[in-house]
């Protein structure tokens, strides 16, 4: 069950950076964009440290609160719900 979990987050995790790079790069094209919600909904289902790498590496969504607030509570929350129930 261990294994599946990491397998999951790894996952999870390089989505949520390689969406903020698509989303990157469709930007600087001007083309269709990947909608916001999708983004955070991907950091809400446990890729909030690859959104948040995502952000930092291709300078994407840095300037927007609902990222650069949003993407770090939800991996705060996500730590302790994880937190309460592995204790």
């Not at 083309?31 to 983004?39: A, G, N, Q, Y």
């Amino acid at each position: 069950m261990k294994t599946l979990l990491c397998l999951y987050l790894l996952i999870i995790n390089a989505l949520g950076l390689l969406i903020m790079l698509a989303d990157k790069e469709k930007a600087k094209k001007h083309r269709w964009r990947i909608p916001e919600s999708t983004l955070l909904t991907v950091a809400a289902l446990g890729g909030s440290i690859g959104c948040y790498a995502g952000m930092r590496v291709f300078h994407h969504k840095t300037r927007k609160p609902k990222f650069y607030i949003g993407v770090p509570v939800i991996f705060a929350v996500q730590v302790l719900v994880a937190g309460y129930f592995l204790r």
